[in-house]
């Protein structure tokens, strides 16, 4: 009898699909079976990923919506047009910032609780029949155009550390 929920291991620079086509050829009896994936993890992010079989990809929206839990690493100084260290570089407000860790600590104690997030511009969020991706590329939004945004919840987040990084290990998490 075949599983009708997987948690898989997405790999960095894999995408959500990648990581079912995967896992269909090392698993042959699953190849027939419709399967997709209960939320997205990104190309730069590794983790598990809930992968709903058959009858089970109907609830979808039952999946997507139970808390999630990440682990991440800001880098002060510099943001993209990706939100990842994929994207164009931009000037960033906190490249004024000088992080320390009593600084750190205390701006994550404010992160807590609900608010309101725009989606990334370069994600497969679908805006007007395509994924903003698509209208992203080379700056192509309509005159007017509001990227969305969805409601998002912080219920506990934990201080790990500080660190820094030289130029040659940012180049490396990039390459």
Known sequence: MLKKVLNLYKEIGETPL????????AHPEYSKEKMT???RLDPMAEGILIV???EE???????TDLDKEYEFEW?????????????????????FFEPN????KKWVTTQKGTFAQKYPPFSSKVVDGKPLFVWAKGGRFPKGFVVPEHEV???KIKYQGVHTLSRAELESYIN
Request: charged share 35%.
């Open 37 to 39: 994936y209960a939320g």
């Open 52 to 54: 709903l079989v058959g």
């Open 57 to 63: 990809t109907k609830k979808r929206e039952e999946y």
């Open 18 to 25: 990648q990581t079912i086509e995967r896992f269909s050829a």
């Open 101 to 104: 860790e009593k600084k750190v």
């Open 153 to 155: 919840e912080i219920k």
């Open 75 to 95: 880098i002060f100084g510099i943001e993209t047009d990706t939100y990842d260290l994929l994207g164009i570089v931009e000037p960033s407000l906190d490249s």
